[in-house]
């Protein structure tokens, strides 16, 4: 079945409120890890996940860092204007490009309470040693395009740090406190551009690292900005009437050339966003290996490619085409979009194993699970219900080896 033809009903469970966890526990690595290898389930603590990690395996993670995407301005009447910061304006070249601009920015948006942004009407914050503006510049679909001007030499990122509040995600049903700020936060975090956490990155602490290393595990990193998209539901009732939402993704010569390296003892990707970022680069290898020239400025890996490209490439071939095709345009590192949607019906070139939260029922990211499980991810969830696992972002999460 192609994937366009996936009725969302299919994929979707009970979820209590009472399960989604709200705050995080007070040890990162205490959450508890459900471990499927190959139909089998076992318990244990995040702390221990090494020992589930068979030595000379690559382990790659998400090195993305959530900005404080959240402004709030308040009104000379009263009412408060939420501007959500979703991605910079397409007229940057990347995320870290917009996030250096002094002065003003153009970002696009969504406003909550945009009905009482009345044409014309300039919004400020006012801090110590600058004040921040807001005003419409376009109105897109489902989007405001705004223009952001600050009085002073600070970064855009400087600016959000300062004048911003952490974007927890909105089933949480709650406002962000000052533990947020560190927690809704990796320990290996380092870009800046995230309105959300790779969240299966959170369990991840400087001891679990030091026994990944102790072990002879070897770690990676790579880059992709996660957008509000990862919390939109599939509305509509196949897969054919869904948009995926495209992330900025950067990934390193260097890395790419580890990843060829240890595809004979294993990849694992820590999250989904690191999943889809490895899994893209296959793709954009296949193109170019196809005479395909992917749109680097644009989405490199469409939602549908992994489906309707007829390729016989191994996967080695494909990075190692990737990773000379940067060498000769002289470009140390991969710098694009991707919407690679992964979903039952693709089969997985880079990634052997994936670490992971429990995701939202009818989600993209529960599609990417059961792409790898096929139906047994119901009973990987079914297990977690019935065993007080705490679910979604600062929830409990689970290795997964197909």
């Known amino acids: 079945m192609h994937p366009k033809d996936l009725k969302i009903e299919d994929y979707t469970y009970e979820l209590p409120d009472e399960r989604i966890a709200k705050y995080p526990l007070a040890e990162r690595d205490a959450s508890k890890l459900l471990v499927y290898n190959k139909g089998t389930l076992s318990e244990d603590s995040y702390r221990n996940i090494a020992e589930y990690i068979p030595k000379g395996t690559l382990m790659v993670f998400n090195r993305t860092k959530v900005v404080q995407a959240r402004l709030l301005f308040k009104k000379e009447t009263g009412g408060v204007i939420e501007v959500f910061c979703l991605e910079p304006h397409e007229q940057y070249g990347d995320v870290q490009t917009a996030m250096l601009q002094t002065h003003s920015v153009l970002w696009n948006c969504i406003i909550g309470g945009a009905s009482k942004w009345k044409h014309g009407l300039v919004l400020e914050q006012k801090h110590e040693g600058f004040t921040l503006k807001a005003a419409i510049a376009n109105r897109g679909e489902g989007y405001f395009t705004i223009e952001l001007i600050w009085d002073t030499d600070l970064s ?33 975090a380092k870009e800046k551009g995230s309105v959300a956490a790779p969240t299966a990155g959170l369990h991840f602490t400087e001891h679990i690292m030091g026994n990944l290393q102790q072990r002879g595990i070897d770690t990676a990193f790579v880059n992709l900005h996660v957008g509000a998209g990862t919390f939109m539901p599939v509305k ?52 170019l290996l196809n005479h395909i020239v992917p749109d680097f400025t644009g989405y490199a890996v469409n939602q549908w490619d992994p489906y309707e490209i ?19 345009n002289k470009q140390s590192s991969l710098v694009t979009k991707t919407q690679v949607l992964i979903a039952p019906g693709y089969s997985n070139r880079v990634v052997k194993g994936l670490v992971t939260n429990f995701h939202q029922p009818q989600s993209t990211l529960l599609l990417l699970v059961a792409s790898m499980l096929g139906d047994d ?5 079914n297990y977690a219900l019935q065993h007080d696992y705490r679910f979604l972002s600062y929830g409990d999460g689970c290795l997964l080896w197909p």
């Open 156 to 188: 855009f990122a400087e600016v959000l740090h300062i004048a911003g509040k952490v974007p927890l995600p909105p089933y949480l049903h709650r406002d962000a406190d000052l533990s947020d700020e560190e927690r809704y936060q990796t320990i290996y």
């Open 377 to 381: 991810w119901r009973r990987l969830y």
């Open 236 to 287: 509509a009732e196949t897969m054919q009437g869904h948009t995926m939402h495209a992330e900025w993704i950067h990934v390193d010569v260097d890395t790419i050339q580890q990843l060829i390296a240890h595809l004979d003892t294993g990849i694992v990707a820590v999250g989904t966003t690191t999943m889809r970022t490895l899994e893209s680069l296959y793709w954009i290898g296949a193109k």
């Open 310 to 328: 007829e390729t016989t490439v191994d996967t080695k071939t494909a990075l190692a085409a990737l990773a000379d095709y940067l060498l000769q």
